[in-house]
Each structure stands twice: as C-alpha cells, then as structure tokens.
C-alpha cells in the first residue's frame, strides 16, 4: 500500500467574528498517497486556503484529523517538513537571489552548503542570476526563487496557495511546466490552490472540487493523463473532458 502523503478526516473549521460563527470547513476527507501533486479548485470562499492553512500548521482544525506523511501539521512544521509558497513571494529586496534562498537555511540554523544552493538555483533555472536581486527580476523569476527558497530545506510537502496567480498567462504556463519538472525530480507531495481549472488538470494526479458554504469536498477527480504532460496536452479531448466535469460541478450544472 503506498503511504499517505495528505490525510484529512472529518475536518472542521470554523471561526468565530463578533457573535457569529463562519463554519469554513466542514466534514472534509481527502488522503492522496505520498509524492501526488492534488490541486484544490473551488469558488472564492469555499475554504482552500483554509485547508492549506491548517495543513501547514498555521492555522488549527476545529475538529477532525489532518495529517502530512502521517504527521501533525504543527510537528510537521516544527520539524521543518513542510513548505508553503505563497503568490506573493516575498523576497528581501537587499538580498541577491542565491542570499534570499540562503535565508531559508540561516532561519532553521542549517548549515549553508553551496553545492546544495547551487543544485536548486539549477533547478529552477536561474544559474546566470544568482547574483541579481529581486528588483532585477520579473515577476515569473522572483516566484522561481521563492520555488526555490521552498526547496532548499529539502521538505517532504509544497503547500502552494495560488503561486502563479499574479503572473500574465504565458509566464504563468511556462512556470505550469517548470513545476511539473521539479516535481518529478524532486518527488515531493505537492498541493497546489488554484482558481485555475486548467492549471489544476495539467498539473496534477488529483483535482480536488470544493463547494462553498460551508467549504466541503464535492468531488476527488483522478486525472489519468500521461506523464511527462506538455501544454499540447491540453487540445486532447480527455483534457477537455476533465475541464468541463470540473466546470461542471463548480457552475451547477453537475
Ligand atoms: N481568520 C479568519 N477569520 C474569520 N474568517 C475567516 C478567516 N480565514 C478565513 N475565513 C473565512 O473562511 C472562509 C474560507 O476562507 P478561505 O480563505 O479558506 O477561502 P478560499 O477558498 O481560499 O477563498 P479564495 O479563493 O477567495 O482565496 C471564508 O468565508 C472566509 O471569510
């Protein structure tokens, strides 16, 4: 049996403004084995960051189980097993690209070996700027750093909560592709949040469809396209018929 990467179970989340009570998860379940990229698709306000959230130990479940390779979020955290990327990356800007990814490691007292950071700014293709800083960059660079800055303390989950959302669609789909390279070189349980369907079709083994109000999981949408995928993949009618299922529960038509 292969091992699980992400379990929730009976999740619950509510938070509590002023007198009343905002139930944003609720009797959530979703295990995806170790190594998957998921993705989470849902409308605005169905509580996907919320799952993020608690599953990278930053917020805690009212109820209910949530897991990360079979550890508690907040362990998960401690232990540096997890890291989260955010759509804004958040880079020092007095820092070059190779110190902004060097920070990660002086944060969690690692020592700082080059080869290591040389080998991720490999990885997310950025060897000729490792000396550049933030404001020398594009905004589809500086999220490869932030990447990149996620990578470095090696961690056994990516939580990405809608990494790619403020990048224009070509820079968003070229990074589409460098994300599906280094999650294939790295093995890494990946869990995207996107308000792309497309996004999350090419991207993932499992989409996720969350309803809204409160916050539930609808549907759990194996996608058997081949691997390694290419943006052609997406003019192949299976594709498409991924995309409409998915539209389909999200507009109300399913
Ligand atoms: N700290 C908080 N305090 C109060 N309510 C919150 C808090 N965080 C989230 N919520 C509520 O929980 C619900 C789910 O929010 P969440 O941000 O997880 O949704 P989302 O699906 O990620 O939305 P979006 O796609 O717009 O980013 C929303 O109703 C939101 O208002």
Redesign the pocket.
């Known amino acids: 049996m292969t091992a699980t990467g992400i379990d929730l179970q009976k999740l619950r989340k509510t ?1 509590t ?1 002023g007198r009343s009570t ?1 139930t ?1 998860l609720d009797d959530v379940d979703l295990t995806v084995p170790r190594g998957s990229l998921i993705s989470l698709v ?10 993020l ?1 608690i599953l990278g130990g930053l917020e805690r479940a009212s109820s209910g189980v949530a897991l990360v390779h079979g550890e508690d979020p907040d362990a998960a955290r401690r232990n540096r097993h997890i890291s989260i990327a955010f759509q804004d990356p958040s880079l020092l800007p007095w820092r070059s690209v190779r110190g902004n990814i060097e920070l990660a490691l002086e944060i969690v007292g690692r020592p700082i070996r080059k080869t290591e950071v040389d080998d991720v700014i490999a990885l997310v293709g950025l060897t000729d700027f490792e000396k550049a800083r933030p404001a020398q960059l594009s905004g589809g660079m500086k999220q490869r750093v932030a990447i990149a800055r996620s990578l470095i303390t090696e961690p056994n989950v990516l939580l990405m909560d ?1 990494p790619f959302g403020a990048l224009d669609d070509l820079t968003r789909r070229r990074l589409n592709l460098e994300l599906m390279r280094i999650w294939s070189e790295r093995d890494i349980t990946t869990l995207l ?1 996107t ?1 792309s369907i497309d996004e999350a079709v090419l991207l993932s083994d499992v989409v996720a469809v ?1 309803t809204a109000r409160p ?1 539930r999981v609808h549907s759990v949408i194996p996608i058997e396209l081949e691997r390694p995928r290419t943006v052609a993949v997406m003019r192949d009618p299976v594709f498409r018929s991924y995309e409409d299922r998915i539209s389909a529960i999200l507009f109300g038509d399913d």
């Open positions: 938070f403004v905002i944003a849902g409308p605005s306000g169905c509580g996907k960051s919320t799952i959230r809608e949040v308000h969350m916050g």
